[in-house]
T-cell receptor, first 115, second 111 residues
Framework: GAVVSQHPSWVICKSGTSVKIECRSL??????MFWYRQFPKQSLMLMAT?????????EQGVEKDKFLINHASLTLSTLTVTSAHPEDSSFYIC???????????FGPGTRLLVL | QQQVKQSPQSLIVQKGGISIINCAYE??????FPWYQQFPGKGPALLIA?????SEKKEGRFTISFNKSAKQFSLHIMDSQPGDSATYFC??????????FGQGTRLTINP
């Protein structure tokens, strides 16, 4: 199946700093990628849709100025958590659609801990 | 209308038994229904998926049953093994490839 990677796998940062998370499709091109957030023992919540060559579209309630998304190429999307605070601590996961009509393939996730 | 309701929240099954997880949806525009398996600290992995024009799909020990009129679908895991212990999510795809996830089921298979 299609492979999606994320980097870093985990990050610890101080409150007020910014953190960048990369999502790459390794063996296929993705004009669209999705970013999710998952709190412990909860389901995945879609944050935004990353579109190559255009602005990301954010779900209701997600601050676009706080969660900056850039889809620089057909294989790379980045999520930057700006001025991170402890409440931003979570598991961030990206995904990309596979072949036409198929499912989404998820990255391994990035654990963010803001102290 | 965009919700997918999943039950049970947790499930304990003896080794060799059948694990059954159920999901229900409201939006008839959903066109694709995947199931994902997630281990702690890992991203979800696509397990099996079905389209609404099919009533059942089987892949190895995993079977999806789909009831379009009732707007329900379920995952059956036959001969459940301890390695199947994980959290399972059903999902439904709407337009623009977006997925709506169920709440998840934590499955424990006792040896």
């Amino acid at each position: 199946g299609a492979v999606v990677s994320q980097h870093p796998s985990w990050v610890i940062c101080k409150s007020g700093t910014s953190v960048k998370i990369e999502c790459r499709s390794l063996d296929f091109q993705a004009t669209t990628m999705f970013w999710y957030r998952q709190f412990p023992k909860q389901s995945l919540m879609l944050m935004a849709t990353s579109n190559e060559g255009s602005k990301a579209t954010y779900e209701q309630g997600v601050e676009k100025d706080k969660f900056l998304i850039n889809h620089a190429s057909l294989t790379l999307s980045t999520l930057t958590v700006t001025s991170a605070h402890p409440e931003d601590s979570s598991f961030y996961i990206c995904s990309a659609p596979g072949l036409a009509g198929g499912g989404q393939y998820f990255g391994p996730g990035t654990r963010l801990l803001v102290l | 209308q965009q919700q997918v309701k999943q039950s049970p929240q947790s499930l304990i099954v003896q080794k060799g038994g059948i694990s059954i997880i159920n999901c229900a949806y409201e939006n008839t525009a959903f066109d694709y229904f995947p199931w994902y398996q997630q281990f702690p600290g890992k991203g979800p992995a696509l397990l099996i998926a079905i389209r609404p024009d099919v009533s059942e799909k089987k892949e190895g020990r995993f079977t999806i049953s789909f009831n379009k009129s009732a707007k329900q679908f379920s995952l059956h895991i036959m001969d459940s093994q301890p390695g199947d212990s994980a959290t399972y999510f059903c999902a439904a795809r709407s337009g623009a490839q977006k997925l709506v996830f169920g709440q998840g089921t934590r499955l424990t298979i006792n040896p």
